[in-house]
């Protein structure tokens, strides 16, 4: 089975911090994925990578940051943290460009102070 | 981009069939319908996706309409462990975009 971890479930920082969240995968997966997910609003792709040193941005990628410098793993970076950026997290990753089942980890709930 | 329609919520009893309805009435023809499920606490799990014709895995099928616009998921014996959010998506430039989906509740 893939797994896809994420370094913390909960985590909790202050307004200004620099914030990593960690997501890797242990299947070889070419494409990775962070979402972040808030009430009434669903998922939201913040920025996604097809391959190593590669990144795209999505949708709202305003205020953050990733980094791909290995296959399996992908790095968001919230540069300064801010109250808004108070959100579950959703890291994704899967096999190849045009086949979109994607494993998802379990979520990383960030609060900003 | 097309987008999806579907009921905020839904409820079902253990052992019967759930059916969710999709509506995506501005798909385009090479436009793949997705759906994934969400329990609480948990990160989206892929369900099953489809293009044109009928599709069946081992957890549920998809039954999409001739023409298109519609589509329906079904779980042919709901139990209380697929009590979950459950989205359908339209795959618009190798993007999945969630919308809020519908909230299956499975009761004994």
């Known amino acids: 089975d893939v797994k896809v971890t994420q370094s913390s479930r909960y985590l909790v920082k202050r307004t200004g911090e620099k914030v990593f969240l960690e997501c890797v995968q242990d299947?070889?997966?070419?494409?990775m994925f962070w979402y972040r997910q808030d009430p009434g609003l669903g998922l939201r792709l913040i920025y996604f990578?097809?391959?190593?040193?590669?990144?795209e941005k999505g949708d709202i990628p305003e205020g953050y940051s990733v980094s791909r410098e290995k296959k399996e793993r992908f790095s968001l970076i919230l540069e300064s943290a801010s109250t808004n950026q108070t959100s579950m997290y959703l890291c994704a990753s899967s096999l190849v460009r045009d086949y979109n089942e994607q494993f998802f980890g379990p979520g990383t709930r960030l609060t900003v102070l | 981009d097309a987008k999806t329609t579907q009921p905020p919520s839904m409820d079902c009893a253990e052992g019967r069939a759930a059916n969710l309805p999709c509506n995506h009435s501005?798909?385009?023809?090479?436009?793949?319908v997705y759906w994934y499920r969400q329990i609480h606490s948990q990160g989206p799990q892929y369900i099953i996706h489809?293009?044109?014709n009928n599709e069946t895995n081992e957890m549920a099928s998809l039954i999409i309409t001739e023409d298109r616009k519609s589509s329906t998921l079904i779980l042919p014996h709901a139990t209380l462990r697929d009590t979950a959010v459950y989205y359908c998506i339209v795959l618009t430039s190798d993007k999945l975009i969630f919308g809020t989906g519908t909230r299956l509740q499975v009761f004994p």
């Open positions: 299947m070889d997966h070419e494409n």
């Open positions: 489809g293009l044109k």
């Open positions: 990578s097809y391959d190593v040193k590669m990144k």
């Open positions: 501005t798909i385009s023809g090479n436009e793949y």
